[in-house]
């Protein structure tokens, strides 16, 4: 089993729909939760990150975090077809060198006009 | 700033064949990371560097050697390319401590190594 599980969609959604993706994880030692977004033939780009149970909102985006249940999920309100991309969460430990990351699979986005 | 560069954008390899992967970042950031991404398994670590002269294992090294002489540079070799290593590599740098309050990694743009 994956310490973090996405379902890799691909999910299509009309413009101006509200978007909800999901990753749930198996280690309780991940208190860091990010979000990338990764462009086609792009590499990623941070979009989010929280470090507590609750929401974190930045514009259109809320990041949401049950630390309970094991569950992150991004919100993207009013859909953009801009917002057509892959969508990666990524966890980290509180401690340990190097700052390292554990990546999901990605869920590939894609908004219609 | 160019941030994080990676050459050559593509590659073909024969099975066999040896090559590296150059990692450039402009930053100053202590952490660099080599990642590959395959369909089906995002991004995986196969090496990663906390500072100028080390090293260390990630998830997936074996098949891969990795060399940080310069702060701002991290080699990825392929000593003897198989066709399990067609992938996309991306590399990334962080700072570290106090300077990335929100463990940020930059990634470059990706290299599409194809081994035949």
């Known amino acids: 089993q994956k310490e973090v599980e996405q379902d890799p969609g691909p999910l299509s959604v009309p413009e101006g729909a509200i978007v909800s993706l999901n990753c749930t994880y198996s280690?309780?030692?991940?208190?860091?939760f990010m979000w990338y977004r990764q462009y086609s033939r792009k590499g990623p780009e941070l979009l989010m990150y929280?470090?507590?149970?609750g929401n974190k909102e930045d514009g259109r985006f809320t990041a949401q975090v049950d630390k309970s249940s094991k569950y992150i999920s991004l919100f993207i309100r009013d859909s953009q077809p801009s917002d057509s991309a892959t969508y990666l969460c990524a966890m980290k430990v509180l401690t340990g060198g190097g700052n390292k990351l554990t990546f999901g699979t990605g869920t590939q986005l894609k908004v219609e006009l | 700033n160019a941030g994080v560069t990676q050459t050559p954008k593509f590659r073909v390899l024969k099975t066999g064949q040896s090559m590296t992967l150059l990692c450039a970042q402009d930053?100053?950031?202590?952490?660099m990371y080599w990642y590959r991404q395959d369909p089906g398994m995002g991004l995986r670590l196969i090496h990663y560097?906390?500072?100028?002269?080390?090293?260390a294992k990630g998830e997936v090294p074996d098949g891969y050697n990795v060399s940080r002489l310069k702060k701002q540079n991290f080699l990825l070799g392929l000593e003897s390319a198989a066709p399990s290593q067609t992938s996309v590599y991306f590399c990334?740098?962080?700072?570290?401590?106090?300077?990335?309050?929100?463990?940020?990694?930059?990634f470059g743009p990706g290299t599409r190594l194809t081994v035949l």
């Open positions: 560097s906390v500072g100028e002269g080390t090293t």
């Open positions: 990334a740098s962080g700072a570290s401590g106090r300077m990335n309050p929100n463990n940020e990694q930059f």
């Open positions: 929280t470090y507590s149970s």
């Open positions: 280690n309780s030692a991940f208190q860091y």
């Open positions: 930053m100053n950031h202590e952490y």
